[in-house]
């Protein structure tokens, strides 16, 4: 009985979740739909193809770029892009497409653990706060005020200051840094739900409180959520190339997007490339991930 | 007492809750969450020579370490009351003398900062709002999450790569006469700016719904007085609820752009300060940091009933 009400609920009450696919629409029917949709958005078309390539980068860099990123040939230092080298060669003969990919392994491992951390720690904080309320979801919620009062970079530069150097730590950083949002968000969806009539009913058959939570507060939650987290992965990828700017990140020769581009810096009155192109490389990862957000949050349920 | 103080009475001792909750987080990531604070502050020293364990033990004793954190904390709380955060490992300098010597470039910088976004966040917003020809809305609106995407230590490098280098406008790095101010303005402001885009253009829109808009246009008002003289004058008042994040932004922004262009400042300190683990004064800017979001939310608030009286019976009520 409760299973059929959730989903009936879940299905009505979540329509921005973009998982409010009707479940009579067979297989075809959705797949037409999809196609469709992605038809009629070119933008989105191409932000997916370059997050699915920053993904192979990340996750198998040797297919995209065969080359050793930490080896150069001295001899063709500072060469600029050309047939050679599609985005030119560093001060050490290196070739910068090289790096750039295998770059985006380091800089990616950084954003999911920063989502993670800030996914789980915010959530749980914000499942808390909703489901025990009282005393307990006061102080967590000053508790993420005060969070949000210092600003971002300077909460994670101090918890650097702690944890010390590496790609692991920056990562943890940033993540601590974006609890706030996902507490707040994760609140007020438990919140909501709590007071649905699938929850009240569970409850009066005799559900335990760790069921319910299990059941049917975190899947109804998980859509609004799930969305916060694909934008925060942009803001992460953000944070973790400028903490990697500023020296935090991983040590050279690793190459990090955010320590390419201050390896470049050096080298700007001459190189323009060396700066330009990870940067350019940030900058389409980030609009595709914001693009892709947008058309999971809203645009999709919105086109029948 | 009447509702006003009562309302601005609360405000405060909100503010004073959120600053000495901020002084506790910031005490127990910088101080319970690293093993040793003093042998990670030996091993970042820069005369680069380890130190023997009856040297350690004087640092303890000197910074009050080896003392229970119970009493460490209710100390450097008492300080940090009085002002003091304590002296910088580094070369032993006064936390709260370093913060003062280093705000007055970084004031500079935020205040620069702030008019490019008001500016430019205010034109997007202003034309936005204004103009009839759906592209052009389409392709403002689009500016602000266009410039929230772009790293910004990258956005002041392009411009120190174009104007510095490729046309030999402006110096690319330093302090030195307002020509050396309009790039890190400019990278400061862009971010900032689309934050105040984004909520201004909504409350403009907002305002412009409103029945006195309607009842202005009735009596032959023209597009452009009512856009300036009717909407904005009311949409201006919600938008300066953001001006703690904005001034937020700036403030955590200038680590970048300092470090970028080369500039004096607090966003230099702390970078310099995170590099040799000198606590106090990455405490010291932490809550400094605090301070400032606390202070103006709090001026805004004190502020906002003057300028818009439904609010205080609002929050009495």
């Known amino acids: ?304 | 007492m009447g509702p006003t103080a009562r309302y601005l009475l609360r405000r405060a001792a909100m503010a004073v809750g959120v600053l000495w909750a901020a002084f506790t987080v910031s005490f127990v990531v910088l101080y319970l969450l690293p093993g040793d604070p003093v042998a990670t502050m030996a091993s970042g020293g820069l005369d680069g020579e380890p130190l023997s364990p009856e040297q350690l033990d004087e640092l303890r004793a000197r910074y009050g370490l080896d003392q229970p954190l119970v009493v460490q904390y209710g100390t450097r709380l008492w300080d940090a009351l009085h002002g003091d955060f304590g002296t910088s490992i580094q070369n032993g300098q006064d936390v709260r003398g370093l913060i003062l010597e280093a705000l007055p470039p970084t004031v500079q910088i935020s205040l620069a900062g702030l008019v490019v976004a008001i500016v430019f966040g205010g034109a997007v917003a202003m034309v936005a709002t204004y103009t009839r020809a759906h592209w052009l809305r389409q392709v403002l609106m689009g500016l602000p999450s266009l410039a929230v995407s772009l790293p910004v230590f990258w956005v002041g490098l392009m411009l120190v790569q174009v104007f510095s280098f490729g046309l030999g406008l402006l110096p690319s790095v330093g302090a030195n006469g307002p020509q050396a101010l309009v790039l890190p303005a400019i990278t400061l402001g862009l971010p900032t700016g689309a934050l105040v885009a984004q909520v201004l253009a909504k409350s403009l829109s907002q305002a412009l719904d409103e029945p006195y808009v309607a009842t202005a246009r009735a009596k032959g008002v023209g597009r452009v007085d009512i856009h300036l003289r009717h909407a904005l004058r009311n949409a201006a008042l919600p938008a300066l609820t953001v001006l703690g994040t904005v001034v937020g932004n700036l403030l955590a922004g200038s680590v970048v752009v300092e470090t970028v262009f080369t500039r004096p400042g607090i966003g230099r300190l702390t970078v310099a300060a995170v590099g040799i683990q000198d606590i106090p004064v990455v405490q010291g800017v932490v809550v400094f940091a605090a301070t400032v979001f606390v202070v103006v939310n709090l001026l805004v608030d004190l502020v906002y009933p003057l300028l818009d009286p439904r609010i205080a019976t609002e929050a009495a009520r």
């Open chain 1, 1 to 304: 009985m409760t299973e059929l009400l959730v989903r009936e609920v879940g299905a009505g009450a979540a329509p921005g979740s973009g998982t409010a696919v009707p479940v009579a629409a067979s297989r075809r029917e959705r797949l037409a739909r999809l196609l469709r949709f992605l038809r009629q958005r070119p933008g989105l078309v191409v932000s997916i193809v370059f997050v699915a390539l920053v993904l192979v980068a990340a996750f198998a860099p040797a297919v995209l770029a065969p080359a050793d990123p930490n080896v150069g040939v001295p001899a063709d230092r500072l060469q600029a892009p050309g047939a050679a080298h599609v985005f030119g060669t560093d001060y050490l003969g290196r070739d910068v497409y090289t790096r750039v990919v295998h770059g985006a392994a380091l800089s990616l491992q950084a954003t999911v653990i920063a989502v993670a951390v800030a996914l789980v720690v915010g959530g749980l904080f914000g499942l808390l706060a909703g489901f025990v309320r009282g005393w307990v979801d006061e102080g967590l919620m000053r508790f993420v005020d005060v969070l949000l009062a210092i600003p971002a970079v300077l909460l994670s530069l101090a918890l650097i200051t702690a944890l010390g150097y590496g790609t692991v730590n920056v990562a943890i950083a940033v993540g601590v840094a974006s609890v706030a949002s996902f507490a707040r968000v994760m609140r007020s969806e438990t919140l909501r739900i709590r007071q649905s009539v699938y929850v009240e009913a569970a409850r009066s058959v005799g559900t335990r409180w760790y069921v319910t939570l299990w059941r049917h507060v975190l899947p109804n939650a998980a859509g609004p959520v799930m969305v916060l987290a694909v934008l925060e992965f942009g803001l992460a990828i953000l944070a973790v190339s400028s903490l990697s700017f500023l020296g935090y990140g991983a040590p050279p020769p690793a190459p990090e997007w955010g320590s390419l581009i201050a390896e470049g810096r050096n080298y700007m009155a001459t190189a323009w490339w060396l700066c330009a192109v990870p940067g350019a490389a940030i900058a389409a990862t980030v609009l595709s991930v914001n693009r892709i957000s947008r058309a999971i949050d809203g645009e999709w349920a919105r086109a029948r």
